[in-house]
């Protein structure tokens, strides 16, 4: 049972682990072709990567960094007139693979919600999902100094001109994707029709601040096991007090001890610590910007939708309401506010919830 619930909890970053595994280096040493094969034991393993390079780098990268790369994924079709793409922003330690390309391939970290039929129809939508600039699974990263929210969105958006993509249907993010879907409002509201911003707002919390802050006291105090116990923290403040009540309620043998220790092990064997340094900092500088952004020029007001869950301490309500007041002048939001035993990350546990509010939203 022990192994049941770390499986249903952190099966996301076991499947990012594989992934950056599959990819290794033999997808990195040739970006050219975009598809890459290879056998994990008898079973042949398919990841369609693609890589984009640019040489149109965020402005403070341009003398020590002369070109970016971005490894991206897509699903479904663009139609002709190109206006049936979404971007898909992955959080704190995703990457790309946001989904399995089919029975073969390794489970992504929001499998339930990208799909034939899924809230994010690939029957109905082109869908893009880029390892963030500044990542450890295939972009360009870690990089020096850290990258800002706005240096992620840049490169992001120099993807979107690569694909011949005018406006995306809807950029969607949560946690820290979510303030990437905010930076794309207020940085190019022309180039996006939607928002939907899932569990995050215009600041960290007090708290999530003094959270990332000792996480990067830890790890830069502990070189050898500092990332292992920087993101025991991190789990803490991730799901609900109620979360863990409801294991220990339905196991007995459930303790939280091994629960975290399980987890840590196996995000730290396969993520950059430089990486997760850079993205510690990013989430902990962000704050919403709407003084000279073109959204108040737009020429049309971009709608925009915003969750948040009363059991995250990383971005609570009051912040939501703070993000609704600073925006509704210049968009046509739609706000809810959720209860979710799985706290900050219910936009990627609670499937029940959030796939209603993902089709309510984009239908």
Not at 230 to 246: I, Q
Not at 276 to 298: T, V
């Given at each position: 049972m022990l192994l049941y619930f770390v499986c249903l909890f952190m099966g996301v970053f076991s499947a990012i682990i594989r992934y950056r595994a599959l990819i290794g280096e033999a997808c990195l040493d040739d970006r050219k072709e975009g598809r890459y094969r290879r056998p994990e034991g008898d079973l042949l393993m398919i990841c369609d990567v693609a890589f984009f390079t640019t040489n149109k780098v965020p402005l403070r990268y341009s003398n020590h960094i002369p070109e970016i790369t971005l490894a991206y994924e897509t699903y479904g079709e663009l139609n002709p007139a190109k206006d049936n793409a979404l971007l898909v922003i992955?959080?704190?330690?995703?990457?790309?693979?946001?989904?399995?390309?089919?029975?073969?391939d390794v489970t992504g970290w929001w499998e339930w919600a990208v799909g034939p039929g899924k809230p994010l129809d690939t029957n109905r939508y082109f869908i893009v999902c880029a390892n963030n600039f500044g990542g450890c699974f295939g972009s360009t990263g870690p990089v020096f100094p850290p990258p800002a929210i706005a240096d992620i969105v840049f490169c992001q958006q120099q993807l979107q001109a690569e694909l011949g993509i005018d406006r995306w249907y809807a950029v969607i993010g949560g946690s820290l994707g979510g303030m990437a879907v905010l930076e794309w409002l207020v940085s190019y509201p022309e180039k996006i029709q939607r928002a939907v911003c899932l569990n995050a707002g215009a600041k960290l919390s007090f708290i999530g601040q003094g959270l990332l802050d000792i996480q990067e006291e830890i790890i830069r105090a502990m070189p050898d096991n500092g990332l292992k116990l920087a993101r025991r923290l991190a789990n803490l403040s991730y799901v609900g007090e109620e979360f863990f009540t409801y294991q220990q309620s339905t196991n007995p043998d459930w303790q939280l001890g091994c629960f975290l220790k399980a987890e840590e092990d196996m995000f730290a064997s396969g993520f950059n610590c430089d990486s997760y340094l850079g993205f510690l900092q990013a989430m902990r500088r962000y704050e919403l910007k709407l003084r000279n952004s073109p959204l108040a020029a737009c020429s049309f007001k971009p709608s925009v939708f915003l969750a948040g869950c009363v059991e995250d301490i990383l971005f609570p309500?009051?912040?939501?309401?703070?993000?609704?007041?600073?925006?509704?002048?210049?968009?046509?939001?739609?706000?809810?506010?959720?209860?979710?035993?799985?706290?900050?990350?219910?936009?990627?546990?609670?499937?029940?919830?959030?796939?209603?509010i993902l089709r309510s939203f984009l239908s």
């Amino acid at each position: 049972m022990l192994l049941y619930f770390v499986c249903l909890f952190m099966g996301v970053f076991s499947a990012i682990i594989r992934y950056r595994a599959l990819i290794g280096e033999a997808c990195l040493d040739d970006r050219k072709e975009g598809r890459y094969r290879r056998p994990e034991g008898d079973l042949l393993m398919i990841c369609d990567v693609a890589f984009f390079t640019t040489n149109k780098v965020p402005l403070r990268y341009s003398n020590h960094i002369p070109e970016i790369t971005l490894a991206y994924e897509t699903y479904g079709e663009l139609n002709p007139a190109k206006d049936n793409a979404l971007l898909v922003i992955h959080g704190f330690s995703s990457g790309s693979h946001v989904a399995a390309h089919n029975t073969a391939d390794v489970t992504g970290w929001w499998e339930w919600a990208v799909g034939p039929g899924k809230p994010l129809d690939t029957n109905r939508y082109f869908i893009v999902c880029a390892n963030n600039f500044g990542g450890c699974f295939g972009s360009t990263g870690p990089v020096f100094p850290p990258p800002a929210i706005a240096d992620i969105v840049f490169c992001q958006q120099q993807l979107q001109a690569e694909l011949g993509i005018d406006r995306w249907y809807a950029v969607i993010g949560g946690s820290l994707g979510g303030m990437a879907v905010l930076e794309w409002l207020v940085s190019y509201p022309e180039k996006i029709q939607r928002a939907v911003c899932l569990n995050a707002g215009a600041k960290l919390s007090f708290i999530g601040q003094g959270l990332l802050d000792i996480q990067e006291e830890i790890i830069r105090a502990m070189p050898d096991n500092g990332l292992k116990l920087a993101r025991r923290l991190a789990n803490l403040s991730y799901v609900g007090e109620e979360f863990f009540t409801y294991q220990q309620s339905t196991n007995p043998d459930w303790q939280l001890g091994c629960f975290l220790k399980a987890e840590e092990d196996m995000f730290a064997s396969g993520f950059n610590c430089d990486s997760y340094l850079g993205f510690l900092q990013a989430m902990r500088r962000y704050e919403l910007k709407l003084r000279n952004s073109p959204l108040a020029a737009c020429s049309f007001k971009p709608s925009v939708f915003l969750a948040g869950c009363v059991e995250d301490i990383l971005f609570p309500v009051g912040i939501i309401e703070e993000t609704n007041l600073q925006l509704g002048p210049f968009a046509a939001i739609n706000k809810i506010i959720v209860n979710s035993k799985y706290g900050h990350d219910a936009f990627l546990m609670d499937e029940l919830l959030y796939s209603r509010i993902l089709r309510s939203f984009l239908s």
